[in-house]
């Protein structure tokens, strides 16, 4: 097994505190801690993964969202924001080993954010993004599997 030394530490929330219900399910993104926690409707799932989180605080939204596309093999673009930051950046990137999203995207509500996967495991439990929230591959295969179109997203 591989031995991760990036992982922050951080502490289970309860869903009550941040959403009126669970209904769709529910994914909480918490910056401070690096954590993203998912429970189900039916409460039988509750999961905590670590995370990488946007870089600076000007490229952090918080607030509610939702899921609003669930993509498979997801194709990258960087957005206008990050072009300017970073004009050499492909303009795209395919399915695969280069692509940043890794082998799975949830879309959200607001324009460039995703929950999505990374071929750079190095990122997670940092501040390393340019605004998604990024998991493991593995734990984003979970995610996916269970988070449906509609699931209510917090990110604080």
């Known amino acids: 097994m591989e031995v991760r030394h990036n992982i922050s530490s951080f502490v289970?929330?309860?869903?009550?505190?941040?959403f009126p219900n669970l209904k769709n399910g529910a994914i909480l993104a918490d910056t401070a801690s690096r954590a993203l926690h998912y429970w189900s409707e039916d409460e039988t799932i509750k999961l905590l993964y670590p995370c990488s989180v946007p870089s600076a605080p000007e490229l952090?939204?918080?607030g509610m969202t939702r899921?609003?596309?669930k993509v498979v093999a997801p194709t990258w673009r960087p957005t206008p924001s990050m072009l300017k930051r970073m004009p050499w950046l492909p303009r795209v990137v395919g399915p695969g080993?280069?692509?940043p999203l890794g082998p799975y995207a949830l879309y959200l509500s607001w324009q460039y954010y995703r929950v999505h996967g990374t071929q750079d495991t190095r990122k997670i439990g940092r501040?390393?993004?340019?605004?998604?929230?990024?998991?493991y591959n593995e734990?984003?295969?979970?995610?996916?599997?269970?988070?449906?179109v509609g699931t209510q997203?917090?990110?604080i």
């Open 67 to 69: 899921v609003v596309e």
């Open 153 to 155: 997203v917090r990110i």
């Open 139 to 148: 734990d984003i295969t979970r995610l996916f599997n269970l988070a449906v």
């Open 12 to 18: 289970s929330l309860d869903w009550q505190s941040y």
């Open 60 to 62: 952090t939204r918080k």
């Open 127 to 135: 501040a390393s993004s340019s605004g998604c929230i990024g998991l």
């Open 97 to 99: 080993p280069e692509n």
